[in-house]
């Protein structure tokens, strides 16, 4: 029995820029968000695998940069690249994620990227 052969390459060989995302670039149709826009994290179940991490579901945050298009990793995991979808940096109050937060830090924030399906208008 052969061994299977896997294109480990794929993304990279059809880049426009250098590697994975850019492959996707144009894909994902008209963003949904844009950048200044307050979003609420949704709480949606996920089997396996997410980058949406669980402590930011439910918060408020602000887009900050509509980042790339891409599959969301939960698909893309399986191998279901056919619906990239944009990706927004979001940035939140750490005391909106953490309400024991000290309040000597006030003003202190943390920003990091969500798949569409992820953000609703909040």
């Not at 439910?58 to 698909?75: F, I, Q, R, W």
């Not at 979808?85 to 202190?108: C, G, H, I, R």
Request: glycine fraction near 6%; aromatic fraction near 14%.
């Amino acid at each position: 029995m052969s061994k299977p052969h896997y294109d480990r390459e794929h993304h990279a060989k059809i880049a426009s820029g250098i590697g994975d995302p850019q492959c996707f670039r144009g894909k994902a149709g008209e963003a949904k968000f844009k950048e200044g826009e307050r979003v609420r994290i949704r709480d949606l179940p996920d089997i396996f695998y997410t980058r949406t991490m669980l402590y930011t579901r439910g918060a408020v945050g602000t887009v900050t940069k509509l980042v790339y298009e891409s599959p969301a990793a939960e698909d893309e995991a399986f191998g279901n690249e056919d619906h990239p979808e944009w990706f927004y940096s979001v940035v939140f109050m750490q005391k909106d994620l953490w309400p024991e937060y000290s309040d000597t830090y006030a003003n202190d924030t943390l920003e990091t990227e969500f798949p569409e399906r992820y953000l609703e208008r909040a």
